[in-house]
Structures are given as C-alpha cells and as structure tokens.
C-alpha cells in the first residue's frame, strides 16, 4: 500500500491558531490528499494528538500492515492502526510527534499544523528530507 505512506506523511506546516483547546480544529475525521483513507485524529489519552486510520479505499494488494518491519505485525488491519503519535502542542501546531507510513513500514518525525483555510498540513522527515501533505476534513 504504496499510497498509505503518502497519507501518513500528510502535511500540517502552516502555523495554526493558539492550541488554548488543545485539539481544537484538529480532532475529528480527516481524508488523506490522494482520498483513499480516512484518519481519525483525537487526543491519545495524555494530551498529545494521534490519528487512526478508519477507513481505506479497497487495494487489490490488500488492506493489511504487508510492509511493517516486525513479520508478527504484517497480518494486521490498516483499519484501526495508529500512524500518528506522540505530537505535543508546541507555538501553535503540534510537533515532535511520529508518524508510522504502513507503504514503506517505516517511522518518520512528523508535525502537525493547521492551515489558513481549516485544512491540516501534515509534515514527515526522514532526516532531512521532509514530505508535505494537506488533508481535508471529511466531517
């Protein structure tokens, strides 16, 4: 699921509104720039924000974690898996989060901002090179 890691990657660079509600504008369900996935995105439980993927479009390669490093992990369901984490409020976007890109199985440093139009812009780096991707609320 070579696409998937482009959604993962999506982008948030612009900076946002003051995070005074902290997932405020973020939280909620988002569809990813190329429309085959939707991703939860909400508070992990000790205020730092995650996204869970809750739909992909059907592949004829399958909709499982085929490429995840770990072999016990390659028959999960993309349906339900974290592939953000860890990002924390930081001059009003979220930043020094993770996200997990289940087309290659690998795990990048990320960051979340709001754009001017209500959009995310999801940003992934692997070192110095940085993916942007703009995602769309879909509710």
């Known amino acids: 699921m070579k696409r998937v890691l482009s ?5 948030l ?27 939860r995105v909400e508070d992990c439980g000790d205020g730092t924000l995650c996204g869970v993927i809750q739909w992909v479009k059907p592949d004829p390669d399958g909709v499982l974690d085929a490429n995840n490093p770990d072999p016990t992990l ?8 974290r592939i953000l984490y860890g990002f924390q409020p930081r001059d009003g976007s979220w930043q020094r989060g993770r996200i997990y890109d289940p087309g290659s199985g ?8 709001r754009t001017a139009d209500g959009s995310l812009k999801v940003t992934g780096c692997l070192g110095p090179f940085c993916q942007d991707q703009i995602w769309t609320r879909a509710r």
């Open 7 to 11: 959604v993962a990657i999506a982008a």
């Open 13 to 39: 660079s612009v900076p946002a509104v003051a995070l005074g509600g902290a997932l405020d504008g973020y939280a909620g369900l988002w569809s990813t720039a190329d429309k085959d996935a939707l991703v």
């Open 74 to 81: 390659r028959t999960r369901p993309l349906v339900g898996l």
């Open 106 to 113: 690998r795990t990048v440093a990320g960051r979340v901002y």
